[in-house]
């Protein structure tokens, strides 16, 4: 399979992909964690921005004061410019069977299954996340088509080799083992699939470099601990691992400029009526 890997580079923590693994304790804690963070949000986000939890993408350069309605055209314009990225197009025939991992309400999936005519599997950790995502399928009449489990993306409940499109859209930050969550990827990927990674990395490392600067360490620290995100790795530490798995085509880009805008926007919503008395809702 072939490999496109978009990356969003905040400043950072240092997260070795050789290096594998927390404890199995630890692990089984984020894994909870997780499904108990999406259960109890995933109501809110959708009240407020629908099917996709994910950035908007925008043109780096771009001044101009966006709607919610922009917003969210901002991130069908993420799904867009990633398929573009890795040479998915539309006269794409070849895209018969998809997972979505790491689906969240499976918008990817609805949204790739109606482009491709495809059939999509989603799997999240969160029970809420899965049944909405079925629910919103039967309600838009696409679940021939799409369906949605419980599953751990580190240990996917499939066969090898039978996804011509493997999609990962900002799933891969969650994820304790980068190294067996990429060999997953690719072991469910068929012959000459492709396989679509859009996660939160952090800087290259300079050469010589060791860890990320302290301050940029606590940063990155303040963010794991509010959206239940391990150690994080760099764009350059996946290429590594894709190219130990022997995959072709490996191409990268980093898109911070790109999603940039999206924060204000999300701070915005949070802070508008409806969007506090979701919060307070949710328990947060
Ligand atoms: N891709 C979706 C959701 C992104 S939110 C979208 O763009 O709308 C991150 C998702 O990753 C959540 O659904 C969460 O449950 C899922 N996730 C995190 N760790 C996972 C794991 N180990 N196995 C499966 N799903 C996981």
Excluded at 117 to 134: D, F, H, M
Excluded at 176 to 203: M, N, Y
Excluded at 248 to 266: G, L, M, R, T, Y
Aim: glycine letters at 8%; charged letters at 20%; aromatic letters at 8%.
């Amino acid at each position: 399979p072939s490999s496109a890997l978009m990356t969003t580079t905040t400043a950072a923590s240092r997260g070795s992909v050789a290096v594998t693994a927390a404890a199995t304790s630890s692990v089984e804690a984020l894994r909870e964690g997780i499904a108990e963070f999406y259960n109890e949000t995933s109501g809110l986000w959708e009240e407020i921005w629908g099917d996709h939890m994910h950035h908007g993408f925008y043109d780096p350069d771009s001044s101009v004061q966006l709607s919610d309605s922009g917003h969210r055209e901002a991130q069908i314009r993420m799904i867009e410019e990633s398929l573009r990225f890795a040479g998915v197009t539309e006269e794409e025939k070849k895209i018969k069977r998809v997972v979505d991992v790491g689906c969240g309400i499976g918008g990817s999936s609805r949204y790739i299954a109606s482009k491709f005519g495809a059939e999509c599997i989603g799997i999240t950790l969160s029970p809420v996340q899965a049944k909405r995502a079925n629910d919103l399928a039967t309600a838009q009449s696409l679940s021939h088509k799409v369906s949605f489990q419980v599953a751990d993306a580190l240990e996917q409940p499939f066969e090898d080799g039978i996804f011509d499109l493997v999609w990962s859209m900002e799933s891969g930050e969650h994820m304790p083992d980068k190294a067996k969550f990429v060999k997953e990827l690719v072991r469910v990927a068929a012959p000459g699939g492709r396989i679509i990674i859009v996660t939160w990395c952090h800087r290259n490392l300079s050469q010589g470099e060791e860890a990320l600067q302290p301050w940029e360490q606590n940063l990155l620290d303040r963010i794991c601990k509010t959206f239940y995100l391990p150690a994080w790795c760099s764009t350059s530490d996946y290429v590594d691992l894709l190219q130990s798995l022997s995959l072709q085509d490996i191409k990268c880009a980093d898109w911070s400029e790109n999603v940039a805008p999206f924060w204000p926007a999300v701070i915005r919503t949070a802070l508008t009526w409806k969007g506090l008395v979701s919060l307070l809702r949710s328990g947060m």
